[in-house]
């Protein structure tokens, strides 16, 4: 059997490999945007100067040939479902058997009059960043509008080159459409520190050209204000990347329509990662979840039901977890924490007196059970926190075994014992911390 | 691959700013005393100009570095290091390579005399310490010392978010400063042997061997002491404190030499090759180095019982052989001299036959382990580029698998370095037998997918 692979993202090349390690099927991976497969995520380490293109591919070279996973550089504009084909820009074709669509996102324009001029790029492919390089000799300011995950690593690029950033945010704080209040304000005040010229409940509503009529020279803001720069970022948000695929006899709506083990409407053909819609999605998650774990776990489900040897897997993504770096303030989030706490929650919020660590627990009203962590400088584990969430963990037991989550490095000093107390003060109880960090208690725990 | 950073902008870090300019002027003048004194052979009032030279480098690393790290906020700072000729192998890395790589050779292999200029400028320090002239191996201890010491501060900045990090840097600085340095001097001021207390066999082949021991045996009435503080270290210690910290116990909180790859060379880290390839190369050349060095130690009690009955002078040549190419031209010529091109633990990693046995413990009894966080890695690459001992950390965590691996010196910068928290160095006993094995995995669905 012949898999196509559409796309060498997260999604794709984990179901590569994972279809490697349970068949000898022939596998063809094809992209339009690199040789090899690289981390996403860490596209802002190569313009900041940590890592090279290179260090940011997880797989040495060799491992293709080895494992038997060819890869195919092309750009396919057309499939034909009926034919098993894909056809390439170059008028390559390509046969299938089976096909995995794992095309990933674009990033999201908005209808902005001048979004097509030079300088005006969102941060998603390798040649976003490669753009990004392009306009950077001389630049002294540019604009980032958005304030989410990528417009706050492209605010950090430039600023990691001493380019000036003006970021504008619609929202009265930083990503305070996902981020509670006071993370919310944290990472504002973080960002101010690091001295980024931060515009809050500022809105684009026009990028200005030069002279010249091709290249962006300022943006004209919701408040009437012209901000003068050589660059804009449109963080704005991803969409799925699937405009060759519209008016095909493939079912979509914002995204590829897939059912719970990942397959499209049409036989044969399935569809991971940032460009597939759920059709159900599961209880609390979104039909679309563009972030590079969801997209490595349906990598993995997809190889299992394209390989379909054994039951096929429902696409299972478990208890939410994510994870972030604002500048130096690291982000991790467990379960169910919403920027406004639904009614029936109650939450539980420590602050350290430096302004820049944060621990947060939410937890059901009525029956006390823990629903979510979120975490701003702090490190928790993934396993203790998702079997607390899974088993429906009472908030005392949790507190009082709280030092069990701290992931912390060594040394670091441990703040479990002064939620605890905050919690004594809220509601007037007597409880004390049992359990401090560490690995052997973990263990005993986890089994 | 073209092994280049996608940069295309040539983003020359020309952010020094006035203050900085100053510094590296002050600290650049420190420097050029000695070198005058050194090329002139003759060092005119020594204690003043000794005075003045690392008063002035201190002074100048001092401003530099307050000024590069405390004009920030606390974090990671490692922007621009692949853009940096001096950390990304460019004109000033190469030049420092040939600098460091000429210094050695000519301290191991070239007279007395080639370095007599600055041994004049030691001089003071050394009857100072010791009631003794200076030689060349003092001022080589002296500059490494204070290579440490001036670094080290530099590291502590750095690194100032981190408390793992500081008290490490704490401990090597003080390691070195008393044990490896005031403390052999304070023994040679007490008419006693020169011996030090942070080396052992076999890195130190020297103190396992008949000769060693028949010196220190006899030398004072307390110098056997250290024969018997030596070889408790070596049998006793070793495995012990191994078996509960991993081998970072010695080679990056105690070590000299790991003190000055931590700090002299914490700006080259990145710079160790991460293939499977240089893994492979390491594990034959780093095994062969310490079956080299028992047989070393095995013929020379062989040869001292038979009292050179059998072997004749074989076994002296051998230890020759040895001293030459792996005590002076692998540890020292190439072991520093390489930091710039090949990273700050070429030695460490390919020939310590010290960091061979620690490894060997490491890896198959010992609590110490780096952890990974569930799901939350995204093969960024941080962990495995700024590993100075070239692990592929990502690997790892990026299957959610606990990293245990011989040559990890538990240095801890992949933990700092990783932007989503992933990994920790810790230690259980729990699941110490089955630890090593590939398929403990934590998945990323975590508790419904079985292992493939």
């Not at chain 1, 090899?36 to 090279?52: D, E, V």
């Not at chain 1, 797989?59 to 293709?64: A, L, S």
């Not at chain 1, 096929?312 to 972030?324: D, K, M």
């Not at chain 2, 061979?356 to 962990?383: D, E, H, M, P, W």
Request: proline share 4%; net charge positive; glycine share 10%.
């Amino acid at each position: 059997m012949k898999i196509v692979i559409l796309g060498n993202g997260i999604a794709g090349i984990t179901a590569a490999r994972h279809i490697r390690k349970m068949s000898d099927h022939e596998i063809v991976v094809v992209s339009d945007e690199s040789d090899y497969f690289f981390s996403r995520t860490a596209l802002m380490y190569i313009y900041m100067g940590h890592l090279r293109f290179k260090d940011t591919q997880p797989y040495e070279p060799w491992f293709w040939e080895k494992n038997r996973i060819q890869r195919l550089r092309a750009r396919v504009e057309r499939v034909d479902f009926q034919e098993k084909k894909l056809h390439s820009t170059t008028g390559e074709t390509i046969t299938y058997d089976k096909l995995l669509l794992a095309v990933g996102s674009k990033s999201n324009k908005f209808g902005w009059p001048g979004q097509d001029l030079e300088g005006v790029h969102g941060l998603y492919h390798l040649q976003d960043l490669e753009a990004m390089e392009r306009h950077t000799p001389g630049l002294e300011r540019a604009v980032v509008v958005g304030g989410g995950l990528i417009g706050v690593e492209m605010a950090e690029m430039f600023h990691s080159r001493g380019i000036e950033v003006a970021f504008l945010v619609r929202e009265p704080d930083f990503w305070s459409i996902v981020l509670p209040p006071e993370e919310s304000r944290m990472v504002s005040r973080h960002l101010r520190a690091h001295h980024i010229d931060l515009r809050l409940q500022t809105e684009l509503k026009e990028i200005m050209p030069d002279t010249s009529g091709k290249k962006c020279a300022a943006v004209v803001t919701n408040t009437g204000e012209t901000i003068g720069c050589g660059f804009v970022g449109l963080t704005v948000g991803v969409s799925p990347n699937i405009g060759f695929l519209k008016n095909t006899e493939l079912e979509t709506q914002r995204g590829i329509l897939v059912n719970e083990f990942l397959e499209t409407n049409i036989p044969d053909v399935f569809a991971a990662g940032d460009c597939a819609e759920l059709r159900q999605p599961s209880p609390g998650r979104r039909a679309i979840e563009a972030v590079w774990y969801t997209g490595r776990m349906m990598g993995e489900t997809a190889a299992h039901n394209i390989v379909g040897e054994s039951r096929p897997q429902f696409y299972n993504p478990g208890i939410w977890f994510n994870s972030a770096k604002f500048f130096d303030i690291e982000y991790q989030v467990y379960g169910d924490v919403q920027a406004k706490l639904p009614d029936e929650q109650a939450t539980l919020y420590w602050e350290h007196p430096d302004g820049y660590k944060s621990i947060r627990l939410n937890y059901d009203k009525s029956s006390r059970r823990v629903v979510g962590f979120n975490l701003m400088g702090v490190r928790y584990r993934h396993e203790v926190c998702d079997k607390w969430l899974r088993t429906h963990a009472h908030i005392e037991e949790v507190l009082q075994h709280l030092g069990l989550a701290n992931f912390d490095p060594e040394f670091y000093p441990q703040h479990e014992a002064e939620l605890v107390r905050l919690y004594n003060r809220q509601t007037g109880r007597d409880l004390q911390l049992k359990q401090r960090r560490g690995l052997e208690a973990v263990l005993a725990f986890l089994k | 691959m073209k092994d280049t950073s996608l940069s295309v902008a040539t983003p020359n870090p020309s952010l020094t700013s006035g203050k900085q300019k100053l510094a590296l002027a002050v600290a650049g003048l420190g420097v050029l005393l000695l070198l005058i004194a050194w090329a002139s052979g003759h060092a005119f009032s020594p204690l003043l100009l000794l005075l003045t030279s690392l008063g002035l480098m201190s002074a100048g690393v001092w401003l530099f570095v307050r000024e590069e790290y405390l004009r920030r906020p606390e974090g990671i700072k490692n922007n621009g290091v692949w853009f940096k000729s001096l950390s990304a192998r460019g004109v000033w890395g190469w030049l420092a390579a040939i600098v460091l790589t000429g210094f050695y050779t000519v301290l191991y292999f070239f007279p007395e005399g080639w370095l007599g200029g600055l041994t004049q400028v030691f001089d003071p320090l050394s009857r100072g310490l010791r009631k003794m002239p200076a030689d060349k191996w003092f001022v080589y201890g002296s500059l490494y010392t204070f290579s440490i010491l001036a670094l080290g501060v530099k590291f502590i900045y750095k690194y100032r978010h981190n408390r793992y990090q500081l008290l490490r840097t704490v401990s090597v600085m003080f390691f070195q400063l008393g044990f490896a340095y005031l403390i052999p001097a304070f023994l040679q001021l007490m008419q006693q042997p020169e011996y030090y207390f942070t080396y052992f066999w076999p890195l130190k082949d020297y103190y396992g061997s008949p000769s060693a021991v028949r010196y220190y045996g006899s030398a004072t009435s307390i110098s056997v002491y250290f024969i018997v503080f030596s070889a408790l270290m070596t049998f006793v210690a070793t495995p012990v404190l191994t078996y509960f910290f991993g081998k970072r116990w010695y080679c990056s909180w105690v070590c000299g030499c790991g003190g000055l790859a931590e700090t002299a060379g914490d700006p080259f880290r990145h710079l160790s090759d991460k293939s499977l390839r240089a893994w492979r190369i390491e594990r034959w050349m780093i095994h062969s180095v310490l079956v080299a060095v028992v047989l070393l130690t095995g013929l020379l009690w062989l040869n001292s019982w038979q009292k050179g009955g059998v072997l004749g002078s074989f076994s002296q040549t051998y230890s020759t052989v040895y001293g030459y190419l792996i005590g002076m031209a692998f540890s020292g010529v190439v072991g520093v001299g390489f930091y710039p091109l090949m990273g700050s633990r070429v030695w460490c990693r390919f020939g310590c036959p010290m960091a061979a046995i620690l490894g060997i413990f490491q890896k198959k009894k010992s609590k110490f382990r780096i952890t990974t966080n569930g799901g939350q890695c995204i093969s960024c690459g941080n962990c495995s580029t700024y590993c100075e001992m070239g692990i592929d950390v990502r690997h790892y965590a990026q299957r959610g698998q606990d990293v245990v691996r011989a040559s990890c010196v538990g240095c801890g910068i992949c933990a700092a370095v990783c932007p989503r928290g992933v990994l920790r160095l810790e230690g259980a006993s729990a699941d110490v037998g089955q630890r090593t094995q590939a398929t403990r995995t934590v998945h990323i669905k975590l508790e419904d997918v079985k292992i493939l």
